[in-house]
């Protein structure tokens, strides 16, 4: 939401109540920011009451009932990594894509006083593409106004995919929001620029006195005169916060003219009230506690942009652009000694942090371009594009005698106990692949073991294995480290040596 003040019942209505309802259903982990970049887009001649406004948005959340221990709730600007991966995503958009989204002409007419003749007007679609793609968002809850730019970002994340051959981004759909129809006190549609409002947040006397001030749009001109409440803003007000009853009476009154447009306005405020009365208390005991506000604010910031960057350590490694010098350094580095310190992975520590199929994917392709020597081409299937980042762990390289290399990382945390310190647990699907390299990773040094595993050493164990095991099952693989000796069990067999295998490509060449 772009931070333009004080919301009212319109903003409301067609998309913050429902974003309350997703919320609280816990059916989705959501994300929901003050998009103040959004704002300068249009608003960029006078940005003096950008903070304020962005304040304004939030208490107006907080009132509503959004909840930080529910969501994550953010002010855009405190994340950078929304302006990397716009910048990124400007790289590969064609302009016709941006030119041709409906509300770039459209908006350029009606903010005519403005000069949107600029570079940001013309790319903020692109930078909601990145708002959403961040967070590898499945879906994006908005108004039918906004489809076209959830179209947009679907068709970026597949550009992105497809150029770069990786799953990275998830194509999210719209999770459309019926706004019902809300007119403002003069009959138009309510906008701050008609200056026809009724705040979400205003005292319940403010609330009266806007109502009965309300135009019929010319429906009982005459007391005595019958009337529609169908064509009357009022009607639409009772439709949407009156009970049955309430409502029903109020039709029979207004179609018979036996109930007086000064009383069924009196009902339609106190209707109102019933929702909003509860916000504006709310909304009075959050502007009391403004420093905490701005601080949960900032809080909620730092936990967006870990999740943030964990999309963005993907993204530049996909782009070469990784912090780490990767595969440059073999070109600087090429004894066996600095091969050797390629196993220590002490500088990616956060690594660990990440969820497991994240961070198999980093290990996977550190090992491709770090420890395997140069002169070894292991390839991805060409033309591959992957929906997930899944299926893609499934896929296995292939070597220059096209042997399908299949790369597994050490399962999970478990290879961290301190009670059992050299043992790795991983996975394989039941499938058949020439060469398995095993990733095992510890914890306590952050030393990368990588055994490649020629066929003739699992062959018999792993049809074994395959026979004992349902549809998709996958078999267990089981590394251990006993004094200097490392030992791979198959699926609960005999364990073989494998210590001679640590680091040793001849199975590649
Ligand atoms: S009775 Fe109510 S709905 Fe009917 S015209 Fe008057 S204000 Fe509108």
């Known amino acids: 939401m772009r931070p333009t003040g004080k919301l009212h019942l319109g903003n409301y209505m067609g998309a913050l109540a429902n974003w309350v309802k997703l919320q609280d259903s816990a059916q989705y982990e959501s994300y929901f920011f003050i998009a103040d970049w ?8 006078d940005p003096s009451r950008l903070k304020l406004n962005t304040i304004d ?3 107006d959340w907080l009132a509503a009932g959004l909840d930080p221990e529910k969501s994550t709730i953010f002010i855009q600007s405190h994340v950078p990594q929304h302006a990397e991966l716009h910048l990124l995503f400007s790289m590969i958009t064609p302009l016709g ?7 770039y002409k459209e908006q350029q007419e009606n903010l005519s006083g403005k000069d949107l003749s600029t570079y940001g007007f013309l790319g903020y679609p692109l930078l909601q593409a990145a708002d959403i793609l961040l967070y590898q968002a499945q879906y994006v809850p908005v108004g039918q106004d906004q489809v076209a730019h959830v179209e947009l970002t679907r068709e970026v994340a597949r550009r992105f995919n497809s150029m770069y051959k990786t799953g990275v981004f998830p194509e999210p759909d719209a999770l459309l929001t019926p706004a019902p129809k809300l007119t403002g006190t003069d009959g138009r549609k309510m906008s701050k620029s008609y200056g026809n409002t009724i705040g979400l947040t205003e005292s ?16 009982r001109v005459r007391k005595t005169d019958a009337g529609d409440p169908d064509l009357c803003p009022v009607g639409d007000l009772h439709k949407i916060f009156s009970t049955p009853e309430v409502n029903s009476f109020i039709q029979h009154g207004c179609r018979t003219a036996t109930n007086p447009c000064e009383s069924c306005k009196s009902e339609a405020a106190k209707s109102v009230c019933r929702v909003t009365g509860p916000i504006h208390d709310r909304r009075d005991h959050f502007s009391s506690r403004i420093e905490e506000t701005w601080e949960m604010l900032q809080d909620q910031a730092v936990k967006a942009a870990s999740r943030a960057e964990e999309t963005m350590l993907q ?26 310190r390629n196993h220590d992975l002490s500088l990616h520590a956060d690594w660990w942090k990440l969820p497991y199929n994240q961070r198999a994917g980093l290990l996977r392709d550190y090992w491709r371009n770090n420890l395997v020597p140069l002169e070894i081409q292991l390839s991805q299937e060409s033309n591959r594009v992957f929906t997930s980042l899944d299926r893609e762990l499934e896929e296995p390289f292939l070597s220059a005698k096209k042997k399908r290399v299949f790369v597994t990382t050490a399962r999970d945390i478990s290879e961290a106990d301190a009670a059992a310190p050299d043992v790795w647990h991983l996975r394989i699907p039941a499938r058949a692949y020439e060469v398995w390299t095993l990733l095992c990773w510890r914890k306590e040094n952050y030393w990368l073991h990588d055994f490649i595993v020629p066929q003739k050493y699992y062959s ?23 004094d200097a000796r490392f030992l791979l069990s198959i699926h609960g067999s005999e364990p073989v040596d494998i210590t001679e295998l640590e680091s040793n490509d001849a199975p590649l060449r």
């Open 460 to 482: 018999q164990a792993f049809a074994q294995a395959k026979k004992l095991l349902k549809k998709d099952e996958e078999v267990c693989l089981t590394v251990r480290k006993e």
């Open 38 to 45: 959004h704002a300068l887009t249009t608003d960029y001649a």
């Open 57 to 59: 948005v939030a208490l």
């Open 315 to 340: 993204v530049r490694s996909v782009l070469d652009l990784s912090r780490d010098l990767g595969a440059v350094k073999r070109h600087f580095m090429a004894t066996e000694e600095d091969r050797q």
């Open 97 to 103: 894509w941006l030119e041709r989204v409906p509300t």
């Open 204 to 219: 319940p006397m403010a609330v009266f006195q806007k109502i009965q001030g309300m135009s019929t749009n010319g429906q």
